[in-house]
């Protein structure tokens, strides 16, 4: 029996496959050769005490579109684990929609680089800009 790739479940049943872009309310705008692109609502409940969106939600935003796009390179019986991952914060944002465009640089036999940004979907302002590496794991 053929086993069910995160990448079929997002085919599938979008958001869902994936329990934090439920929780989230991340949205799957596409992705595909080496790419992804995801898209968020800012929250209220997503905001720090100085009143802008939590930087960690940038960082995690960033790495499941730069994994979302690697996921589309891989075999059946692979699977990823973040090893390093590096975030600069260009503006803060607190309202309205922001997307997250992740993208392969290197995919390796064990390892892969990708890129990510965070941007407002409006302007396309640049908020953030992430670099992150992948171990690559056979089953």
């Known amino acids: 029996m053929k086993r069910v790739s995160y990448i079929d479940d997002i085919h599938r049943i979008g958001r869902d496959a994936n329990p934090f872009f ?9 992705f595909g050769d080496g ?5 968020m609502e800012i929250r ?22 730069c994994a979302l796009a690697l996921y589309t390179l891989l075999a059946d019986h692979e699977f990823i684990a973040t090893i390093d991952e590096h975030t600069s914060f260009m503006k803060g944002a607190n309202t309205g929609t922001i997307v997250a465009i992740g993208r392969v640089t290197r995919r390796g036999r064990r390892v892969a680089f990708t890129e990510g940004e965070v941007r407002t979907a409006g302007d396309g302002t640049l908020l953030s800009r992430t670099s992150a590496s992948f171990t690559i794991i056979a089953r």
């Open 35 to 39: 790419r992804a692109r995801l898209r």
């Open 22 to 30: 439920t929780l989230m309310g991340i949205e799957v705008d596409g």
């Open 44 to 65: 209220p409940d997503m905001l720090n005490g100085a009143g802008w969106l939590q930087g960690g939600i940038y960082v995690a935003l960033a790495d499941e579109a």
